[in-house]
């Protein structure tokens, strides 16, 4: 993986160039503050109350939170206001990797312009705050890697101009609505929760770059709609989430995604042929399931393909250009005369099994009704 939020350094320069471009056209003024300035006036009153609720600081971040440059505080980031090009206003608030413990106040909804809100990989329990809808300008919300619970925070669907949403390895739980994926989000991350849910009709709605679910508990199958995310999906991490189903053709269109990761699931049925048609695809992992057939000659002739993953399954052939691929895994599986597969035993109760039906759609199919 290789998308993340603004770095603090590239936030602030972010941010930086904002105000020197806004400066020239607005009058000199005095410093900006809380005692001057209703805008940062709100924002004091809301990084006081996060002061306030934070329980444990150990690298005392928040101690140089006093006074009314709330500008010069750790973590805070100032810019123009949008709609007030001479005002100074909160931009951006990043505590990542801060082991800070605590919980979020409501006041966090007086921070109004904030487009950044990094939080990551520190130990804030409880939910997001009921006040979230009103950072109406905020772009990119990171929780993640902190001990948040509760449902799935509804309120990120009222955020209109959110595009990044990382609350990975928390502890939410409960059903994913249907409606986050039809949202105008680039990267979403809801790996590492206790979700429970069904990848909805719409889910092929999403116009995401990166989706990630992994390590989550989805129920029924991949939807054909994947299909319809080819112009934007990028990255598709699904691995070890309990999906039971076939890989559907549509898997097929998506013809700009280089990453797809669904290993450790329970996929059944073979690779479909329409995978070489994902001409950018890079790295493919589908090991740990339960897969079987030959291996499509056309998939190892992808131009990209670097990285192709599909050990523990029960193939029985694979062409051999995919041993001349930079790297591939095809242990235990069953094809003959390749070194470390399964026993004979395992394959041949494996074929013994009553046949694999999928449906159009790459559900499993009922007898009678494929």
């Known amino acids: 993986m290789t998308t993340t939020t603004t770095s603090p350094a590239a936030l602030a320069a972010l941010l930086a160039a ?15 503050t809380a005692e001057n300035n209703p805008r940062l006036q709100r924002a004091y009153v809301a990084l006081q109350a996060l002061k306030h609720r934070i329980t444990d600081d150990p690298k005392n971040l928040t101690g140089g939170w006093c006074g009314p440059d709330v500008c010069g505080y750790f973590g805070v980031y100032c810019a123009a206001a949008p709609d007030e090009p001479c005002a100074v206003t909160v931009a951006g608030l990043d505590l990542n990797h801060g082991d800070l ?3 979020f106040p409501e006041e966090l909804g007086l921070l109004s312009d904030l487009a ?3 939080l990551n990989s520190n130990r804030f329990c409880g939910t997001l705050p009921e006040s979230l809808p009103k950072l109406s300008l905020l772009h990119e919300l990171d929780v993640s890697n902190n001990r948040l619970s509760g449902g799935f925070p509804q309120h990120i669907l009222c955020l209109p101009n959110v595009k990044y949403v990382d609350i990975r390895f928390n502890n939410f739980c409960g059903a994913v609505p249907p409606a986050i994926f039809d949202k105008k989000i680039d990267a979403l991350f809801l790996n590492d929760n206790h979700f429970d849910f069904e990848l909805p009709d719409n889910f092929g709605n999403s116009p995401a770059s990166v989706i990630v679910l992994a390590n989550v508990n989805l129920r029924g199958c991949i939807p054909s709609s994947i299909g319809r995310m080819g112009a934007t999906l990028n990255e598709l991490i699904v691995l070890n989430s309990g999906v039971r189903s076939c890989i559907p053709p549509e898997v097929g269109h998506l013809g700009g995604l280089t990453v797809l990761d669904l290993s450790f699931n329970q996929l059944q049925g073979a690779l479909p042929e329409s995978m070489a048609w994902m001409r950018s695809l890079e790295q493919l992992d589908v090991a740990h399931n339960e897969l079987a057939g030959h291996i ?6 992808l131009p990209h393909l670097k990285n192709f993953t599909y050990s523990y399954n029960y193939f029985c052939g694979e062409p051999e250009r995919c041993l001349g691929l930079r790297r591939v895994d095809d242990r235990q599986n069953c094809i003959a005369g390749r070194p470390d597969q399964r026993p004979a035993d395992q394959c041949l109760a494996f074929l013994h099994r009553p046949p694999v039906h999928c449906d159009a759609h790459g559900c499993f199919a009922p007898p009678g009704h494929y």
Do not use: F, R, Y
């Open 101 to 103: 413990a605590g919980e």
């Open 116 to 118: 950044v809100l990094h």
């Open 296 to 301: 499509p000659d056309a998939i190892c002739a």
């Open 18 to 32: 904002v105000m020197v471009a806004t400066a020239a056209a607005c009058p000199p003024a005095a410093k900006q």
